[in-house]
């Protein structure tokens, strides 16, 4: 290892040991580097370190400030590695960059400064202060971090996080137009990394801006897209799609960047996606957390922001849907010793709360919870979650079998997606565990046909299978501007209605007003299909039925369909016509 500064000035009787004590000291109470230590002390002079750097290591000293370096040398190097090492680019000829230190033994900064622009470096030395200046002067206002000697490239975290408040995210924020122009203003003067890093720049308060507005709409996702003539702000609300904001193009790289900062991500890295964590805190008690995904698109960097906020999660059963018979077959599955339970749906459709929902009901001191999930939402006290990890091995399969080394009483695995999972998972519901999990069919009864299909053994699936629940989200009707709509009895019954109940029921949708942005929605609600599986479909199961034959068995033995859960929640007046025929088919 080379020689650390303050020893060669000593071996070199420039200072004394009790000086660079004394510095050290200093050192260790406000940070920094030694060289810029010894001269606030004054044992010293900045000309005098230079001049000793430049004949122990051979390597040019220059007066920065006699030099005027071009903007494109200065876009090599981003801003935080030159103010993480205290270096500045300063020429480039063919393959070779020259580039100033003040700490020229600091081989840790070339190695970056060569993994970040694939150039091969040479060193000259200067001051630190007259780095710092020119960094000010080339980067914009520099504030100097605490010296490091952790190169780039071996900074680890596939998904970063970082934690902000409120009141961080200033409340007054302003109107989004004049927040645009002036950010338009700012990124046409300025480079964006210089915007996105001021803290009142316009770029700061417009994401700000985004992420409060689809907290306070209920979003469950942002969506920023980059096209060719514009950039596109869209929120997911009650699973539909709206956008929000059509803003300039130009804006696009610091948007994005900003939200990089904020996530903890890296900002230079425009090729890859990447994966990160925004966590905000609103008030004492309630934390929404962002779950930010950037992806390189045609036009630029798409990012989707999924907002987490565990206050909203609602996991009460009683509360989510469930027609009396529904939940009554449910909770009797769940309070079985051993099983497989499966919930099925297509994204987005609920299945992660139905099973938070079950597990928080079986959340009991006196047994052992465990889960796998991919990724794991939101956290419980009392249950072990345990998040996949396919690129290092931590598959479902294989969190699956070290699950039954830890004496578990209740497994859940967040999704079935090969033999091995489900064979695995089988095994566990027949050797006395109750074991939820989930899987993409269309329904309940075909959800046999799946676990078939997958090479599971009909006679493993009908001893193991206890209930299989398929779900669909229908969004709710406004309350506070539901109105009373007019159907002819014909379409009714074409719905599915019986004559007698096409004439006499009535049918409500939502007109529209503040409370609910104008959509006539406000919040969803879960349609649910609820299959027990019964001694007659375990016989059906063995003899090889099709989903259509279990189908008909089940509905016979009072199994509701999803299209019939979606009638029962319109005779309610609790959604309308039009959404029930958006998430179900015709039975």
Same mark, same amino acid.
């Given at each position: 290892?080379?020689?650390? !500064?303050?020893?060669?000035?000593?071996?070199?009787?420039?200072?004394?040991?009790?000086?660079?004590?004394?510095?050290?000291?200093?050192?260790?109470?406000?940070?920094?580097?030694?060289?810029?230590?010894?001269?606030?002390?004054?044992?010293?002079?900045?000309?005098?370190?230079?001049?000793?750097?430049?004949?122990?290591?051979?390597?040019?000293?220059?007066?920065?400030?006699?030099?005027?370096?071009?903007?494109?040398?200065?876009?090599?190097?981003?801003?935080?590695?030159?103010?993480?090492? !205290?270096?500045? *680019?300063?020429?480039?000829?063919? %393959?070779?960059?020259?580039?100033?230190?003040?700490?020229?033994?600091?081989? &840790?900064?070339?190695?970056?400064?060569? &993994?970040?622009?694939?150039?091969?470096?040479?060193?000259?030395?200067?001051?630190?202060?007259?780095?710092?200046?020119?960094?000010?002067?080339?980067?914009?206002?520099?504030?100097?971090?605490?010296?490091?000697?952790? %190169?780039?490239?071996?900074? %680890?975290?596939?998904?970063?996080?970082?934690?902000?408040?409120?009141?961080?995210?200033?409340?007054?924020?302003?109107?989004?137009?004049?927040?645009?122009?002036?950010?338009?203003?700012?990124?046409?003067?300025?480079?964006?990394?210089?915007?996105?890093?001021?803290?009142?720049?316009?770029?700061?308060?417009?994401?700000?801006?985004?992420?409060?507005?689809?907290?306070?709409?209920?979003?469950?996702?942002?969506?920023?897209?980059?096209?060719?003539?514009?950039? =596109?702000?869209?929120?997911?609300?009650?699973?539909?799609?709206?956008?929000?904001?059509?803003? *300039?193009?130009?804006?696009?790289?610091? @948007?994005?960047?900003?939200?990089?900062?904020?996530?903890?991500?890296?900002?230079?890295?425009?090729?890859?996606?990447?994966?990160?964590?925004?966590? /905000?805190?609103?008030?004492?008690?309630?934390?929404?957390?962002?779950?930010?995904?950037?992806?390189?698109?045609? &036009?630029?960097?798409?990012?989707?922001?999924?907002?987490?906020?565990?206050?909203?999660?609602?996991?009460?059963?009683?509360?989510?849907?469930?027609?009396?018979?529904?939940?009554?077959?449910?909770?009797?599955?769940?309070?079985?010793?051993?099983?497989?339970?499966?919930?099925?749906?297509?994204?987005?459709?609920?299945?992660?709360?139905? @099973?938070?929902?079950?597990?928080?009901? +079986?959340?009991?001191?006196?047994?052992?919870?465990?889960?796998?999930?991919?990724?794991?939402?939101?956290?419980?006290?009392?249950?072990?979650?345990?998040?996949?990890?396919?690129?290092?091995?931590?598959?479902?399969?294989?969190? @699956?079998?070290?699950?039954? =080394?830890?004496?578990?009483?209740?497994?859940?695995?967040?999704?079935?997606?090969?033999?091995?999972?489900?064979?695995?998972?089988?095994?566990?519901?027949?050797?006395?565990?109750?074991?939820?999990?989930?899987?993409?069919?269309?329904?309940?009864?075909?959800?046999?046909?799946?676990?078939?299909?997958?090479?599971?053994?009909?006679?493993?699936?009908?001893?193991?299978?206890? !209930?299989?629940?398929?779900?669909?989200?229908? =969004?709710?009707?406004? %309350?506070?501007?539901?109105?009373?709509?007019?159907?002819?009895?014909?379409?009714?019954?074409? +719905?599915?209605?019986?004559?007698?109940?096409?004439?006499?029921?009535?049918?409500?949708?939502?007109?529209?007003?503040?409370?609910?942005?104008?959509?006539?929605?406000?919040?969803?609600?879960?349609?649910?299909?609820?299959?027990?599986?019964?001694?007659?479909?375990?016989?059906?199961?063995?003899?090889?039925?099709?989903?259509?034959?279990?189908?008909?068995?089940?509905?016979?033995?009072?199994?509701?369909?999803?299209?019939?859960?979606?009638?029962?929640?319109?005779?309610?007046?609790?959604?309308?016509?039009?959404?029930? /025929?958006?998430?179900?088919?015709?039975?």
């Amino acid at each position: 290892m080379a020689p650390k !500064l303050g020893e060669l000035l000593v071996a070199a009787n420039l200072i004394t040991p009790e000086q660079l004590k004394q510095a050290l000291d200093l050192q260790r109470r406000e940070g920094g580097r030694i060289g810029s230590k010894l001269v606030k002390l004054g044992f010293v002079t900045e000309e005098k370190i230079v001049s000793f750097l430049s004949k122990q290591y051979g390597v040019p000293a220059i007066n920065l400030a006699e030099y005027k370096i071009d903007p494109n040398i200065i876009k090599l190097i981003p801003k935080d590695l030159a103010l993480k090492h !205290l270096i500045i *680019p300063v020429t480039r000829v063919g %393959p070779n960059l020259t580039i100033a230190m003040a700490d020229p033994t600091n081989v &840790f900064a070339i190695d970056d400064v060569k &993994f970040v622009t694939g150039y091969n470096v040479e060193v000259v030395v200067a001051s630190e202060s007259a780095i710092i200046e020119g960094i000010s002067k080339y980067y914009g206002s520099a504030i100097v971090p605490t010296a490091s000697r952790e %190169p780039i490239s071996k900074i %680890p975290p596939k998904i970063s996080s970082t934690e902000i408040t409120l009141e961080d995210m200033s409340s007054d924020i302003g109107d989004i137009d004049k927040i645009v122009e002036t950010a338009l203003v700012e990124t046409e003067e300025k480079t964006e990394e210089e915007v996105v890093e001021e803290v009142d720049a316009p770029i700061v308060k417009l994401a700000n801006k985004i992420l409060i507005d689809a907290i306070q709409q209920r979003a469950s996702d942002i969506h920023i897209e980059p096209y060719e003539q514009d950039l =596109r702000v869209r929120y997911r609300v009650d699973g539909v799609m709206y956008t929000v904001h059509e803003l *300039p193009v130009k804006i696009k790289g610091a @948007l994005t960047s900003r939200i990089k900062i904020m996530s903890k991500l890296d900002i230079a890295e425009r090729r890859l996606p990447q994966d990160g964590r925004i966590k /905000l805190k609103l008030g004492k008690d309630r934390e929404i957390d962002f779950r930010v995904s950037t992806l390189p698109c045609l &036009f630029g960097e798409k990012v989707v922001l999924r907002l987490l906020d565990k206050s909203n999660l609602q996991i009460d059963l009683t509360k989510l849907g469930f027609e009396q018979q529904q939940l009554d077959d449910f909770m009797d599955a769940i309070s079985k010793p051993y099983g497989m339970i499966l919930v099925t749906g297509p994204t987005g459709s609920g299945k992660t709360t139905t @099973l938070y929902s079950a597990l928080n009901h +079986l959340n009991k001191p006196d047994v052992n919870i465990m889960t796998a999930e991919d990724p794991v939402e939101y956290n419980f006290m009392g249950i072990n979650q345990v998040q996949i990890k396919e690129e290092i091995g931590l598959t479902f399969a294989a969190a @699956l079998r070290s699950f039954l =080394r830890q004496d578990p009483d209740i497994i859940m695995v967040g999704e079935i997606r090969d033999f091995e999972t489900a064979e695995i998972a089988v095994k566990a519901a027949l050797t006395g565990h109750l074991v939820l999990s989930t899987l993409h069919t269309n329904d309940a009864p075909s959800t046999i046909t799946r676990l078939l299909n997958m090479g599971i053994e009909p006679f493993l699936v009908s001893s193991s299978v206890i !209930l299989i629940l398929a779900q669909r989200l229908c =969004r709710k009707i406004c %309350p506070n501007c539901k109105t009373e709509e007019h159907v002819p009895p014909q379409a009714l019954m074409r +719905l599915g209605f019986s004559e007698e109940e096409a004439h006499t029921i009535k049918v409500y949708k939502g007109k529209g007003c503040p409370s609910c942005n104008n959509k006539g929605y406000k919040g969803r609600i879960a349609l649910y299909e609820v299959m027990p599986i019964k001694e007659e479909l375990k016989d059906l199961i063995l003899e090889g039925a099709s989903a259509g034959e279990l189908k008909k068995a089940a509905i016979k033995l009072g199994m509701k369909t999803l299209r019939m859960s979606g009638l029962t929640k319109i005779k309610e007046g609790i959604t309308t016509i039009e959404e029930v /025929l958006r998430v179900t088919f015709g039975d």
